[in-house]
């Protein structure tokens, strides 16, 4: 299976917000980092089972965990739909309150 990959806004805002945090240190590391998040998510659209089926943040919400950062996605019938790139520290609940 490869599905078409798409980025939830509020993804784009993660993945921007963890680059810059991440650039202040180092802008090698950070286009690193991006660009091991893009193949991970990439990984996902060949391989949507990777993650774990997580029903208390949504019906269709499935979550995997690459190094010490979540990725929160869907998957849809042509696509895997990225709806959040977080640090595990996170207050992973408050995300997905309306």
Known sequence: MNLRLELSEQAEEDLFETWSWIAADSVIVAN???FKT???CGLL?????MGKHL???G???QGFIKDEYYIFYEV???MVLIL???RGDRNLEKLFQA
Do not use: D, I
């Open 32 to 34: 690193k980092w991006l």
């Open 84 to 86: 959040h790139v977080v």
């Open 76 to 78: 849809h019938e042509k």
């Open 38 to 40: 893009y193949k991970t």
């Open 45 to 49: 659209c060949k391989f949507p089972g």
């Open 59 to 61: 019906q269709r919400v």
């Open 55 to 57: 029903p208390e943040y």
